[in-house]
């Protein structure tokens, strides 16, 4: 399948902090989603991205997708006990392994 | 509700004696996936579907057999399962949109089920 590698693997962050987690692919992608997987839960759609340099918000959280297609980050304002979870892109047919996303209140 | 349903939820088995996971949707959609989630691996598709008897290998295929008779259902088969496919699964199902060469659509997923085989 489409190869992605996704990093950070692991993210553990301070309440009310920001982070980034990236998406990287060696090919260009024609799109890329974004799901989040709740402890205990089934991965969630929470966006998808088309075109080259777009950038789309949900609340705190911030998706772009690089200029090149090749590339895809969720960038997370003021990070909340809520945002816990693994938070995965897909381009096309695969998933990326994942971030896992741990919050110290 | 539009929803994807797995069963059974929970199995713990021994290796070798055959077993379906069976999943259904009741949203008509064309395409359906085969997943399973691994520590440190994210979601790796076993297999995938994009209509009735239209079916094809994921990234994982090896020791797994799906069948798509009807639109709704697509059932996981492990003929003689081993300990190494002991995981959680899920599945997916999206729309097609048609000449995309894929799933495009944002997928929606099962609870999934958790395998340990013995």
């Known amino acids: 399948g489409q190869q992605v590698m996704q990093i950070p693997q692991y993210q553990h962050v301070q309440e009310g902090e920001d982070f980034t987690t990236y998406c990287n692919s060696s090919?260009?992608?024609?799109?890329i989603q974004w799901y989040k997987q709740r402890p205990g839960g089934h991965p969630v759609f929470l966006i998808q991205?088309?075109?080259?340099?777009e950038v789309k918000k949900q609340k705190r959280l911030t998706f772009q997708f690089g200029e090149a297609k090749k590339n895809s980050s969720l960038h997370i304002t003021a990070t909340q006990t809520t945002d816990v979870g693994t938070y995965f892109c897909k381009p096309k047919l695969s998933f990326g392994a994942g971030t896992t996303v741990t919050v110290r209140a | 509700e539009a929803q994807v349903t797995q069963n059974p939820r929970y199995l713990i088995t021994v290796t070798g004696k055959k077993l379906t996971v069976t999943c259904s949707q009741n949203m008509n959609h064309e395409y359906m996936s085969w997943y399973r989630q691994d520590p440190g691996l994210g979601l790796r598709q076993i297999y995938y579907?994009?209509?009735?008897?239209?079916?094809d290998k994921g990234d994982v295929p090896e020791g797994y057999k799906v069948s798509r008779k009807e639109k709704r259902n697509f059932p996981l088969i492990l003929e003689s399962p081993s300990p190494n496919q002991t995981s959680l699964y899920f599945c997916?199902?999206?729309?097609?949109?048609?000449?995309?060469?894929?799933?495009?659509?944002?997928?929606?997923f099962g609870d999934g089920t958790r395998l340990s085989i013995l």
């Open positions: 997916a199902s999206s729309p097609l949109i048609p000449r995309t060469g894929g799933s495009n659509q944002p997928q929606h």
């Open positions: 090919t260009t992608l024609s799109n």
């Open positions: 991205l088309v075109k080259s340099g």
């Open positions: 579907s994009m209509n009735v008897e239209v079916t």
